[in-house]
C-alpha cells in the first residue's frame, strides 16, 4: 500500500481524498494555489505544498511544479481528483516515468478510452449499444454526406478529442453538414490539437444516464450501476441520482454489464463512467467514456455501499478489486444536489466572495461533502461548485422530500447559491414524476 498520497487538486474532491486516505491510514499531502493559501479543508491534510499563483495554469495545470511537488514530499502516489489534470493522458505517463504512482488508468488505457473515435470502435466490439454514424474520423465530405443522408437528419459533427461541449455542430440539412465538418475540424484542431471529427445521430430529447464502472490490474472489472444526470443546464450537471427512474430493468443489466465488459476490454484499472443518452423508446447510445471518477459519484457509494475513492486507491495500488459483482446489491435511491455559487435568478451569474452563515443540514439519510465553513472566502478563479449535498432514503418520493428537508436546513450568505432553485425542484411536478430530458432545466427556468 501506499506510504504518501499528493492530491493535485483543490476544494470538495481534494478533501474527499483526504477523507479516503485517512481512513485508509495514508498519508496524504494536499497541493495548494497561492488562492487557495489558509483554506480549511488543508489543515485536514498531514502537509500542504503552495505550488503557484492562482491561475490554473501556473499550479493545478502545472506537471513539472506537480511533480516536484511529489518528490520533495516523497509522496508515492498522486490523485488527480476529476477537471484539471485527471484526464490527461500526458500527466498520466509523466508519473510514470517519474516512478510515482498515477491513480487512475494507465495512460494507455486513459488514450484508448479517451479518444472518442476509439472509444466507440471498442464500446461496439464489446457490444455497448452507440449511435449510428460514421466508421471513425471523416476525411472527405462527400463520403459524410452520404452517411448522413443513410442515417438521416439532424446528425451532429462532434471532435475525437472534444471536451466541454466544444467542437461540436449540429447539421440539420446537407447544406449545414458541408459547411460544418471542416469549422468543427479547424475549431477542435485550435481547442484539442486533434481536428479528427465524426458524424453520428443526433437525438433531438433524450435522458443523460450513466454507468459507474471500476476495474483493477488483475483483468477484473465491475460495474455500480446507473445514475441519472438530466438535469442539466447548459450541459453542467445540476443534479444527479441512482438508480435512474423508469428504465426497463432489462435493458439497464444489458447496458451496465456491456459498460463493465468495455473497461475490461480496454484492460483498464480505476473508476469511469460510461455516458450515454436514452431515448424515448428506452434505447441507449453511448456519448462518451470519462476516465475519472465522477462529481456525482457520492450517489452510487449511497445505493451501493461501496466506497468509490477508496477503491480507486486500493486498486491503483495492485489490489484486486475488494467485491464480486454479484455481491453489488444497490439498495434505496439517492439524490445529489450540486450547491454553486451562482445567483440562478441572475443567470446563474457567479457569486465569489465571503460566506458568513454556512448551516449544513443533517439527520437520518444526509451526506454534505463540501470544503467550505463560514468565513471562508470562496476564490474567483475556479469552478463555482462550493458543495454537493446528498440524501439517501428507501424510495425515491422519500428521497425527494428528504432533499427538500435538508435544502431548508441549509443557509448559505450572503453570497447567492443554487439552493433556492434546487428547494424549487424538489416542488416540481415533472422532476417529481420522473424521467425529465437534457432540456428540461433550461425550458422550466425559460417559462
Ligand atoms: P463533451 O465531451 O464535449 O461533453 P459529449 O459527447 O459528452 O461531449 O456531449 C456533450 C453533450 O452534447 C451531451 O450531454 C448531449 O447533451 C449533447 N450531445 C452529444 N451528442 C449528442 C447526440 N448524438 N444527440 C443529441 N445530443 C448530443
Known amino acids: ?22 481512513e485508509l491510514d495514508i498519508e496524504c499531502v494536499c497541493v495548494y494555489s497561492q488562492a487557495d493559501a489558509g483554506a480549511p479543508y488543508l489543515s ?5 505544498v503552495c505550488i503557484g499563483p492562482a491561475a490554473a495554469a501556473e499550479s493545478y495545470l502545472d506537471i513539472p511544479r506537480l511533480i516536484a511537488a511529489a518528490e520533495i514530499t516523497s509522496a508515492d502516489a498522486i490523485h488527480p481528483g476529476y477537471g484539471f489534470l485527471a ?18 488508468p494507465s495512460p494507455e488505457a486513459m488514450a484508448l478510452l479517451g479518444d472518442k473515435v476509439s472509444a466507440k470502435n471498442l464500446a461496439k466490439s464489446s457490444r455497448v449499444p452507440v449511435f449510428p ?76 444516464i450513466e454507468v459507474q464502472v471500476i476495474g ?66 428506452q434505447n441507449f447510445y453511448m456519448l462518451e467514456v470519462n476516465t475519472r471518477v465522477q462529481v456525482e459519484h457520492p450517489v452510487t457509494e449511497m445505493i451501493t455501499g461501496v466506497d468509490i475513492v477508496k477503491t480507486q486507491i486500493l486498486v491503483a495500488a495492485g489490489e484486486p478489486l475488494p467485491f464480486r459483482q454479484r455481491e453489488i446489491k444497490p439498495r434505496g435511491h439517492a439524490i445529489e444536489c450540486r450547491i454553486n455559487a451562482e445567483d440562478p435568478d ?6 465569489p466572495g465571503p460566506i458568513h452563515r454556512f448551516d449544513v443540514p443533517g439527520g437520518p439519510g444526509v451526506r454534505f461533502d463540501s470544503h467550505c465553513v463560514a468565513g471562508y472566502r470562496v476564490p474567483s478563479n475556479y469552478d463555482s461548485m462550493i458543495a454537493k449535498l446528498i440524501v439517501h432514503a428507501d424510495t425515491r418520493r422519500d428521497a425527494i422530500r428528504r432533499m427538500g428537508r435538508a435544502l431548508r436546513e441549509l443557509e448559505i450568505g450572503p453570497i447567492k447559491t443554487t439552493t433556492p432553485l434546487h428547494r424549487r425542484l424538489m416542488d416540481n411536478h415533472a422532476f417529481i414524476e420522473g424521467g425529465v430530458d437534457i432540456h428540461w432545466l433550461e425550458r422550466m427556468l425559460k417559462a
Open 1 to 22: 500500500m501506499f506510504n504518501r498520497v499528493l492530491i493535485a487538486n483543490r476544494g470538495e474532491i481534494a478533501l474527499r481524498v483526504i477523507r479516503a486516505c485517512k
Open 44 to 48: 485536514m491534510a498531514d502537509q500542504a
Open 87 to 104: 484526464e490527461n493522458a500526458h500527466f498520466a505517463e509523466v508519473c510514470r516515468d517519474c516512478r510515482i504512482e498515477f491513480i487512475g
Open 133 to 208: 454514424g460514421s466508421e471513425g474520423e471523416i476525411d472527405d465530405i462527400d463520403e459524410a454526406a452520404q452517411i448522413a443522408d443513410k442515417i438521416g437528419y439532424p446528425v451532429i459533427v462532434k471532435a475525437a478529442a472534444g471536451g466541454g461541449g466544444r467542437g461540436m455542430r449540429v447539421c440539420r440539412n446537407e447544406n449545414d453538414l458541408r459547411k460544418n465538418v471542416s469549422a468543427a475540424s479547424q475549431e477542435a484542431e485550435a481547442a484539442f490539437g486533434n481536428g479528427a471529427v465524426y458524424i453520428e445521430k443526433f437525438l433531438e430529447s433524450a435522458r443523460h
Open 216 to 281: 483493477d490490474k488483475h483483468g477484473d472489472a465491475v460495474h455500480l450501476y446507473e445514475r441519472d444526470c438530466s438535469v442539466q443546464r447548459r450541459h453542467q450537471k445540476l443534479i444527479e441520482e441512482a438508480p435512474a427512474p423508469h428504465v426497463e430493468p432489462k435493458r439497464r443489466d444489458e447496458v451496465c454489464k456491456a459498460a463493465a465488459k468495455l473497461i475490461k476490454k480496454a484492460e483498464y484499472a480505476g473508476a469511469a463512467t460510461v455516458e450515454f443518452l436514452l431515448d424515448d423508446k
Open 346 to 351: 441572475h443567470n446563474f451569474a457567479p457569486c
